[in-house]
């Protein structure tokens, strides 16, 4: 039948009907560019500063900042001059990276994380992270202080985290394009790297405990009853952090390894009030003693081939 006159041909329709997609497509590359943009910048920068990268990069947490001096060669810039790096507004960090080694093996320390808490974003280390994996980074070594929620693991206790439960159920990589965002978390901490560090741990005689880190979104404490389900949940110790920087770097390809320092019992397993300056005084008198084992953790790294490779 011959079509009426001003009539549009069925090719137009399809064509109009692909020009959503299309539209959504162009504006999701449009809110990509500038975050592409300022890790590029971000990782050039680090290139001209520090040259080749380390392959192990560290966020110290609340108590751990001690390990920072056993950086042998330091330099440091502040986050204010990576395009890509959010500062951090949260007392016992530092907005700054520092890079140099420890002993044989190379390293960059980032002396504080974006928490979730700041922005109720938790893709606030998303640009820190992509720039440091960019740059050439393979292992993300995370450590944070803790809430305890076992009695054989009292404050000042060390914890190897093997599992995590991301109890808010918020994702950094909610809104990332295409399929590499649906990560397999079923081995997020190397099960190399923890071996290595139960051997080391034996060999210096640490007592190290393990165990699953669940993350709080805070930034109020917990209640009793909150941390005796996540107890229940299998839980052993709790935090506001760390969760989502492992999800973006497993996202990223780097390999990941967490420390927790216990600082405090979980609400309702001491008579003692929750506070942040308690948490931090708690953090500076076992802050040594974790810094130490941090740094020969780092230390021992060089001798591990699959990171060398």
């Not at 001059?81 to 890079?99: C, K, M, R």
Request: charged residues 15%.
């Amino acid at each position: 039948m011959p079509q009426h006159q001003g009539a549009l041909a069925p090719e137009h329709f399809a064509q109009v009907k692909e020009e959503p997609a299309q539209r959504a497509g162009d504006t999701e590359q449009n809110a990509q560019a500038p975050r592409l943009r300022a890790i590029e910048d971000t990782v050039r920068k680090l290139q001209n500063t520090f040259g080749q990268a380390p392959e192990v990069a560290v966020i110290l947490g609340s108590g751990w900042a001690a390990a920072a001096a056993q950086v042998q060669d330091a330099q440091r810039i502040a986050y204010a001059e990576l395009p890509a790096f959010q500062a951090t507004s949260v007392e016992g960090h530092v907005s700054a990276l520092t890079v140099g080694r420890i002993g044989n093996q190379r390293v960059a320390m980032l002396g504080g994380r974006k928490h979730t808490y700041e922005t109720g974003d938790c893709s606030g280390m998303a640009g820190a992270l992509r720039s440091l994996h960019n740059w050439g980074v393979k292992l993300l070594l995370q450590t944070n202080a803790a809430g305890s929620l076992r009695p054989h693991m009292p404050p000042g206790s060390l914890m190897l985290i093997t599992d995590h439960i991301n109890a808010p159920q918020h994702s950094p990589l909610v809104g990332e394009p295409g399929n590499a965002r649906f990560v397999d978390m079923g081995a997020a901490y190397d099960p190399e790297l923890l071996a290595h560090t139960r051997q080391l741990a034996l060999a210096q005689q640490v007592a190290l405990h393990e165990g699953t880190y669940l993350w709080a979104l805070g930034p109020q404490f917990e209640t009793p009853a909150e941390i005796r389900m996540f107890a229940a949940w299998g839980a052993d110790a709790v935090g506001m952090s760390t969760v989502p920087e492992t999800i973006l770097a497993r996202h990223a390809g780097m390999r990941v390894l967490g420390l927790s320092l216990m600082t405090n019992m979980g609400a309702g397993l001491s008579t003692e009030s929750l506070t942040h300056a308690a948490t931090l005084q708690q953090a500076q008198a076992s802050g040594g003693y974790a810094a130490q084992f941090l740094a020969d953790l780092i230390s021992s790294l060089a001798d591990v081939p699959s990171l060398h490779g």
